[in-house]
């Protein structure tokens, strides 16, 4: 009797996760060019707007070049099932607490190691929705989380699961995100997200806590400055070239909300013990 083949290993691996976010922003360039293009015929190609749908198309040739390559359904690689509302609330709660201690590590951060005057004036009129609110929202709460919850939580963490051991997957997923960002300011806050996001994808099999998470934490410094119309000192507002921290009150606030959301949470979910398929829900049941 002919030997049966063994099973093609799971795609992507570690570097052919790399070379694929190559391709990512080798495909971002040529967006940007064409924004750049554009220009001619009035398109603004620094508007948040702009920039969304050209974030939009990126990922979305990178995740079905992806796809593709698995060799695997897009139902598979980009699961949707649902989650309890029970668990998702939990997960919000989390997210809430998780990002205000990141934005007070990153008032730590600034100390030693302030960022270019560019940057920081790019990332309080994104923040404040200065240039316009709704491509602000567009491109942080809409686009970001569908392109990097795609990408990454789906594409590149699935290909993990099915390699190597569970917390491996989740941990080197969550560093290339965060090098994916391209500067230091950003690394914190994108790894500690995506460990948690990819966390949460592992141990329910769905995209839906890291998609709807992802979008609230992004809209929090939005919905602050615009809706809520808070001054909190160290988090909201223009940046004024001197490091803010925040009030005590805050930061324990954001205490108390990380570690009850992810209490709750922990006592709900558990990640599988060994590699698989990548889709987890239907090995790793909620508690």
Same mark, same amino acid.
């Given at each position: 009797?002919?030997?049966?083949?063994?099973?093609?290993?799971?795609?992507?691996?570690?570097?052919?996760?790399?070379?694929?976010?190559?391709?990512?922003?080798?495909?971002s360039v040529v967006a940007q060019g064409a924004l750049l293009a554009l220009k001619q015929v009035g398109v603004d190609p620094g508007h948040p707007g702009a920039?969304?749908?050209? *974030?939009?198309?990126? %990922? &979305?040739?990178?995740?079905?070049?992806?796809?593709?390559?698995? @060799?695997? +359904?897009?139902?598979? /690689? !980009?699961?949707?099932?649902?989650?309890?509302?029970?668990?998702?609330?939990?997960?919000?709660?989390?997210?809430?607490?998780?990002?205000?201690?990141?934005?007070?590590?990153?008032?730590?951060?600034?100390?030693?190691?302030?960022?270019?005057?560019?940057?920081?004036?790019?990332?309080?009129?994104?923040?404040?929705?200065?240039?316009?609110?709704?491509?602000?929202?567009?491109?942080?709460?809409?686009?970001?989380?569908?392109?990097?919850?795609?990408?990454?939580?789906?594409?590149?963490?699935?290909?993990?699961?099915?390699?190597?051991?569970?917390?491996?997957?989740?941990?080197? *997923?969550?560093?290339? %995100? &965060?090098?994916?960002?391209?500067?230091?300011?950003?690394?914190? @806050?994108? +790894?500690?997200?995506? /460990? !948690?996001?990819?966390?949460?994808?592992?141990?329910?099999?769905?995209?839906?806590?890291?998609?709807?998470?992802?979008?609230?934490?992004?809209?929090?410094?939005?919905?602050?400055?615009?809706?809520?119309?808070?001054?909190i000192r160290g988090y909201t507002g223009v940046p004024t070239g001197t490091v803010e921290f925040h009030p005590w009150w805050f930061d324990a606030l954001g205490?108390?909300?990380?570690?009850?959301?992810?209490?709750?949470?922990?006592?709900?979910?558990?990640?599988?013990?060994?590699?698989?398929?990548?889709?987890?829900?239907?090995?790793?049941?909620?508690?």
């Amino acid at each position: 009797m002919a030997a049966v083949a063994p099973a093609p290993p799971a795609y992507p691996g570690i570097w052919q996760a790399v070379r694929l976010l190559l391709l990512a922003l080798g495909v971002s360039v040529v967006a940007q060019g064409a924004l750049l293009a554009l220009k001619q015929v009035g398109v603004d190609p620094g508007h948040p707007g702009a920039q969304a749908g050209a *974030s939009l198309v990126t %990922f &979305a040739i990178v995740v079905a070049y992806g796809i593709r390559r698995s @060799g695997s +359904a897009w139902r598979d /690689v !980009l699961p949707l099932g649902p989650v309890p509302l029970a668990l998702l609330a939990p997960m919000a709660v989390a997210v809430l607490g998780v990002g205000i201690l990141l934005s007070e590590a990153d008032n730590l951060l600034r100390t030693v190691l302030p960022p270019p005057a560019w940057l920081e004036r790019m990332f309080a009129e994104l923040a404040g929705g200065r240039r316009s609110l709704w491509g602000s929202i567009a491109l942080l709460v809409v686009a970001a989380p569908l392109t990097e919850e795609a990408l990454f939580r789906g594409v590149i963490l699935r290909g993990f699961l099915g390699r190597y051991a569970v917390r491996r997957a989740i941990v080197v *997923s969550a560093l290339l %995100f &965060a090098v994916f960002h391209l500067n230091p300011w950003q690394f914190l @806050g994108a +790894a500690t997200a995506g /460990v !948690l996001f990819a966390w949460w994808r592992a141990a329910t099999g769905s995209l839906v806590p890291g998609l709807v998470c992802h979008a609230l934490n992004n809209a929090m410094p939005i919905v602050a400055a615009n809706v809520a119309d808070l001054r909190i000192r160290g988090y909201t507002g223009v940046p004024t070239g001197t490091v803010e921290f925040h009030p005590w009150w805050f930061d324990a606030l954001g205490v108390a909300l990380a570690v009850g959301g992810l209490w709750l949470v922990a006592r709900r979910i558990r990640l599988p013990r060994v590699p698989s398929t990548g889709q987890g829900a239907g090995d790793v049941p909620f508690r």
